[in-house]
């Protein structure tokens, strides 16, 4: 149980466009979800908060018009990183928690981005 | 402020225990977390314990809680080559959900 699944799983685009990557919970629903980056042989640093029909609450320093965040459904977050830059090239992980008052988080696979 | 410190490398030998230290700052946190990451994968939850607990034991996993010093440890019994991997200990902050993950520890078996 508790299974989180992240596609795409790999993807290069080119500098300027947009990249969409999805982030379902598969065997239960998430009244939230967590986006994650995560640079070479570092920690992960949290993007955004999503709960479900509301809008994503940012960390200090993320842009919210860059990192577009929609949590549609109990089983759904999208991740949409509009006029994607070389820089935004990175590890993407999400991450869903089961339910209310639980606080485990359970990850997905994580989404290679690289933008050439 | 929240800072969650973690040894950077740790090398055993294959059947030897594994020792991963963790130390955070944030007293209010309910659950601590030990997670594990493989190469270009996700976080796999390993194990944890809520923070009234002074410890907790799975399988060959043991993981000790001292509140008082704000020290995490997760004990490895019996490592084996497929443990290898980084290990993130992880603490969630009272009434926000969210985690202040830890710097990760390299862990290395040697067959």
């Known amino acids: 149980g508790a299974v989180v699944s992240q596609h795409p799983s790999r993807v290069i685009c080119k500098s300027g466009t947009s990249v969409k990557i999805e982030c379902r919970s598969l065997d239960f629903q998430a009244t939230t979800m967590f986006w994650y980056r995560q640079f070479p042989k570092q920690s992960l640093m949290l993007m955004a908060t999503?709960?479900?029909?509301?809008?994503?609450?940012?960390e200090q320093g993320v842009e919210k018009d860059k990192f577009l965040i929609n949590h549609a459904s109990l089983t759904l977050s999208t991740l949409t990183v509009t006029s994607a830059h070389p820089e935004d090239s990175s590890f993407y992980i999400c991450?869903?928690?089961?339910?209310?008052?639980?606080?485990?988080?359970?990850f997905g696979p994580g989404t290679r981005l690289t933008v050439l | 402020g929240e800072d969650v410190e973690q040894s950077l490398f740790l090398s055993v030998r294959e059947g030897d225990s594994s020792v991963i230290n963790c130390t955070y700052t944030?007293?209010?946190?309910?659950?601590l977390y030990w997670y594990k990451q493989e190469p270009g994968a996700g976080l796999q939850l390993l194990t944890y314990?809520?923070?009234?607990?002074d410890m907790k034991q799975d399988q060959r996993l043991t993981v000790l809680l001292n509140k008082k010093d704000k020290h995490l440890s997760l004990r490895i019994a019996d490592t084996q080559t497929g443990d290898s991997a980084i290990y993130f200990c992880a603490e969630s902050i009272e009434g926000t959900y969210k985690y202040i993950f830890g710097t990760g520890t390299r862990l290395k078996v040697l067959a």
């Open positions: 991450s869903a928690r089961e339910g209310w008052g639980t606080d485990t988080q359970y």
């Open positions: 944030d007293s209010s946190s309910t659950y």
């Open positions: 999503s709960n479900e029909g509301s809008k994503a609450t940012y």
């Open positions: 314990i809520f923070s009234n607990m």
